[in-house]
């Protein structure tokens, strides 16, 4: 069954920068675009980013558009979120999604909280 873990949250100050890392498992992990979402406390899930099966195309959250950058690396069945220039409204936690193949699965999250 499908699996998605993620990982690499933590606390930073504002400016700084975390890498985020989803670790996918029961699928054919390369046929398939991936989405990170996140949840701010009392706020609904959004879209932050998704990248194609093959990785050639990607579409960001104009929130992060230029500060945020996903990869993937279909070898290793993993999709990255590189989170640069953070700020106190990213405070959120942080999911990744397979849309074409489970849209209804979601994993634990990971916390990212950026506060000094």
């Known amino acids: 069954q499908v699996q998605l873990v993620e990982s690499g949250g933590g606390l930073v100050q504002p400016g700084g920068s975390l890498r985020l890392s989803c670790a996918a498992s029961?699928?054919?992990?390369?046929?398939?675009?991936m989405r990170w979402y996140r949840q701010a406390p009392g706020k609904e899930r959004e879209l932050v980013a998704h990248?194609?099966?093959?990785?050639?195309?990607?579409i960001y959250a104009d929130s992060v558009k230029g500060r945020f950058t996903i990869s993937r690396d279909n070898a290793k069945n993993t999709v990255d979120l590189q989170m640069n220039s953070l700020k106190p409204e990213d405070t959120a936690v942080y999911y990744c999604?397979?849309?074409?193949?489970?849209?209804?699965?979601w994993g634990k999250g990971t916390l990212v909280t950026v506060s000094s």
């Open positions: 999604n397979a849309p074409g193949y489970a849209p209804a699965y």
């Open positions: 029961g699928f054919t992990f390369s046929s398939y675009a």
């Open positions: 990248i194609s099966s093959r990785g050639l195309s990607t």
